[in-house]
């Protein structure tokens, strides 16, 4: 079955550099949701899509936005990059909006040096 | 605002014993999940319980949903090395979800 996508998989970065993420939703998948992971911590909610328009934010910085497009694809534009963004980003897909089953891509690994 | 607790932190188990590991919120939830994230991998979900007092069963792991649907349980027996990895259990209130710190689990032989 088709999973979730995510592109590219491993990133560096300098800092003050901006990095784009992009993620593609298993098919038929509505809701887009974009995590951040530390080390040794649990992924921490940034920001949600549903039918291509923003249905939550959580801790996401303001150097930080992202959007979803009309073939319900997503990226995460990051700006101003700081050695804090280095990080595991995932990306979730679920259908029917959030409190649906979130499925997982296999993250972008983001180092800023 | 919704807080979810999980405990322990990290469960070192011989293999062959069994482990739980707990998780606890603040407000009570529409559903929860649990999901398992192997070592440099992604989390991948599990299951998920709805209703009140829910017991799911997937082999040798067994899901609780409790009465006030606030906590919620990961039974593993006769644990195995392909157990590791680290259990996030995610509550789902006001269609927000909220991962727990996650019970990181070692398996020694």
């Known amino acids: 079955a088709a999973g979730v996508i995510q592109s590219p998989r491993h990133l560096i970065k300098e800092k003050r550099e901006t990095a784009t993420l992009k993620c593609y939703p298993i098919?038929?998948?509505?809701?887009v949701y974009w995590y951040q992971q530390g080390p040794g911590q649990d992924p921490q909610f940034l920001i949600s899509?549903?039918?291509?328009?923003?249905?939550d934010k959580g801790s996401i910085p303001d150097r930080f936005s992202a959007q979803q497009f009309s073939d319900y694809h997503s990226e995460l534009n990051m700006s101003s990059l700081e050695l804090g963004d280095s990080a595991l980003y995932f990306c979730?897909?679920?259908?029917?909006?959030?409190?649906?089953?979130?499925?997982f891509g296999p993250g972008t690994r983001l180092l800023v040096l | 605002g919704q807080q979810v607790m999980q405990i322990p932190q990290y469960q070192h188990v011989q293999e062959g014993e069994d482990f739980t590991t707990y998780c606890n919120s603040s407000?009570?939830?529409?559903?929860i999940q649990w999901y398992k994230q192997r070592p440099g991998g992604h989390p991948v979900f599990l299951i998920q319980?709805?209703?009140?007092?829910e017991v799911k069963k997937q082999k040798r792991l067994t899901f609780q949903f409790g009465e006030a649907k606030k906590n919620s349980s990961l039974h593993i027996t006769a644990t195995q090395t392909t157990d590791v990895g680290t259990y996030f259990c995610?509550?789902?209130?006001?269609?927000?979800?909220?991962f727990g710190a996650g019970t990181t689990v070692t398996v020694r032989a």
């Open positions: 995610a509550g789902n209130n006001d269609y927000k979800l909220s």
């Open positions: 319980l709805v209703k009140s007092g």
């Open positions: 979730a897909s679920s259908k029917g909006g959030q409190g649906e089953t979130q499925y």
């Open positions: 098919p038929r998948h509505d809701t």
């Open positions: 407000t009570t939830l529409s559903n």
């Open positions: 899509f549903y039918e291509k328009m923003q249905s």
